[in-house]
């Protein structure tokens, strides 16, 4: 009896402990599964379809933008590889747990590199440089916490 016990609280743990598989924020890689530099058709087979797709025209050229469940956008800047990929969800986390809602205190300490500015009533921390072709981390925070996280290029 106290062996099914046992069992039942380790099997009943597994279950409440938070998954991480396919909902993870890479720094300098990607979130979720969408990878820089990754093509339309490498995040469909990664993340699925799309629930939606939004193209347009901005001061860099044409752009696609392919929006998911979870938070999750993935944008196609003038051409067919991804650029940015966004989160606004609770599940995506770095390895040591930075995400949405984290504290401004936890970026500075859990993210190497990280520089914190504030931008109005929006602070940005960054890990990367903002020069062209170089890879950005970006942790916006409002009110001492993540609202959003950008992994992506610098465009301009």
């Known amino acids: ?8 609280l380790l099997l009943a743990g597994c279950l409440l ?5 396919g909902a993870i924020i890479q720094l300098d890689r990607g979130i979720a599964g969408a990878r820089l530099g990754n093509t339309k058709a490498e995040v469909k087979t990664a993340l699925g379809q799309p629930r939606r797709v939004r193209n347009g025209n901005n001061d860099f050229g044409p752009f696609t933008v392919f929006i998911y469940r979870g938070g999750i956008r993935v944008t196609f800047q003038s051409g067919n590889t991804v650029t940015a990929a966004t989160t606004v969800g609770l599940g995506d986390r770095t390895r040591r747990g930075v995400g949405v809602r984290s504290t401004q205190a936890a970026v500075e300490n859990r993210v190497p590199g990280a520089t914190c500015e504030s931008v109005g009533q929006t602070t940005l921390c960054t890990r990367g440089e903002f020069l062209p072709g170089e890879r950005v981390n970006s942790f916006f925070i409002r009110n001492g916490r993540v609202f959003r996280v950008t992994v992506g290029f610098v465009i301009d």
């Open 17 to 21: 402990a938070p998954s991480t598989a």
């Open 1 to 8: 009896m106290r062996i099914v016990a046992m069992s039942a």
